[in-house]
């Protein structure tokens, strides 16, 4: 911190007004930042008639915890079930399953993938895989949508239906991955991005050091585990974080690969509330019929309160991991330890 | 335990590159050698002349294109680095940055599943052979060691496992003159304590003569030379072996050889016996060290004439040194002391002179070592 406000010359009274300057245009930057937060947490607390009113007060009338009552009884509540069927902890307890699955699978992999490529591969080789994994980067995302739909449906064909064994009448056996946790796992498990940032990393480590270690007896895997990793650790700590973050924040993949209802995930099923919410509260012919849905809504309890809860839920593991990884990330990639 | 290196090649490809490129000279090129169970060899030679791929050769850290290493009567083509019990000592220490120094020498006892015991009584042990204050450092972060601390640690690293062969890379080039003179000390009487079989790399010729019962002189991949100091300064097989060592150059004259005299410039000398009889007429290009000058009165004709350039003392060797040319070479002799004036009359001693071939650089007649004793 003492680097980005430098003492020198601030007598000076210019230098002392730019400071000012300065600090004000990212004070309202913070602020701008925090207002919708704001929203979000004064939203979830105001009374379900008082959120849907126009215009939109800017301080609850009245702090209700209304809201969170009825997220949380979810899916005990009569009323909501045509909404939602399962109780709200499902979600967050299958996201949370597929987030630290993807990440505790991931980033061993992609860390030792690119360990391998900056140390134990030389040559043509290093560069060709180097080359296979940075190209996956190359493919954007909504380009592989449909193919990797397919192939979840049935693993390594990219068909809708497995193809016959020639001459049988049986199937191949395939890995049926659509609608498990799988599906979402397994895709997030290398990432191309998380592997470039350990490759960067490895690549500033000596290889005299990795020799001192070979010739002292370590072997390969135990080389990476007693001293590489303890140099990496913030490197994975950002690895870590930026993952978890994008898992647990996907939502396209996560719906169009979980349909069951009691696989859903939080970002999904959130998407899922809004949609019917909308629908009920605007749709559904005529003016009368929506003024009936939204009192019917209203009554149930749950509008966008209710939304505005459940986003503050979900966003808590993403502010958990940030404040676990907060000393790595704030120092940056600055690397203990290497000149 | 014995060393021998036979026909050993070694060729890298181009940083990034996909192709191999065959036009790249190699890192190794055909290397032989011989080292005896107990000796120190140094290998020396200007950078880039691939003195440290042939350690990591031995160490196993890289494989040979072909050629074969045979420690005693094994060939370690397939021995892993880790299994080989040899104790390196990198250019740039390479200490575990992680660890405190103890940690550093305690790694090797842990993936050998040793215990914790005789690591720490391998390291006591240790610590009192490399001296006073070594324990302190021990307790400390490496990265908050000095150059010279960290090269202790390096060291001590090297020997708490008892190896069969050091290995040693440029270990003390980083070091400030002084420390560096103190450790050297320091390094050879550990490796005459251990008597254990070493390959001591270094460009410095100084640090080289000083650690090893022989010098192996490489350039551009190849063994030049190998031999005691004597053998390498005083019968030298070419030319860049005999300017490589001294720490003054080596000055080169073209002549010609012919009746039994040699004529270089103006000046002519008739040849000693036993050279005229096995030098053939024709050119030729003598090598005299500085010192093994002569100097004819400062007036007379005698000798070839030297035009000084400079003169300079250097008063820690109780030396003068005068810089000049003769006929157009450059030359820099030993000279009495209170020499003044522009112009030396010189004759080599012929005795120490080196002859070498003028559209070669093999050597034709080397002096070989006076016997001084």
Redo the contacts between chains.
Sequence with gaps: MAALLPKVGMRQPKLRLSRAAIAAFLGLGVLLHLLPFYYIVSTSLKPGAEVVSTPPTFIPSAITLDAWKLVLQIGDNAEIVQLVQEPFWVYFVNSAFITLLAVGLGLPVTALAAYANSKLQ???SA??SFLFFIGTMMVPFVVTLVPMYLLTLNFPFTLPDAPTIPGTDSEFPTLRLWDTPWAVILPAIFVPFNFLLFKGFFDTI?D??I?????????EL?IFR??VM??AVPVFAVTAYMSFGSVWDNFLWQLVTLQSPDKVTMSVATYQLIDRLSTKGTTGGGAAAQAEGMSDLLNSGLTWNGMMVLAILQSIPIFIAFLVCREYLLRGIKI???K | MRIRLADVTKRYLREGSLRVASDEPPALDHISLDIADGETVSVVGPSGCGKSTLLRLVAGLETADCGTVHYDEHDVADVAPQDRGIGMVFQDYALYPTMKGAGNLKYYFDVHRRTEDEARARAKEIADIMGVGFELLLGQQTTTLSGGEQQRVAIARCIVRDPTLFLMDEPIVNLDAKLRESTRMEMAKLLKRYGITTMFVTHDQQEAVFMGDRIALMRAGRVVQIGTFDELYYSPVNLFVATFFGSRPLAVLPATVADRTVRFGEAAWPLPAVLADRLEPGPVRIGVRPEAWRFAGAESGGGARMAVDRIESVPAERLTLAHGTVSGARVTVVAPAGTAGDVLWLTPDWEAATFFAADGEHALHTPGAPEFF
């Design positions: 030389s040559g043509r560069r060709l000596p005299s050091v020799n001192a270690a070979r010739v002292d007896g370590g072997s135990n007693r001293i303890p140099m203990r330890g290497l």
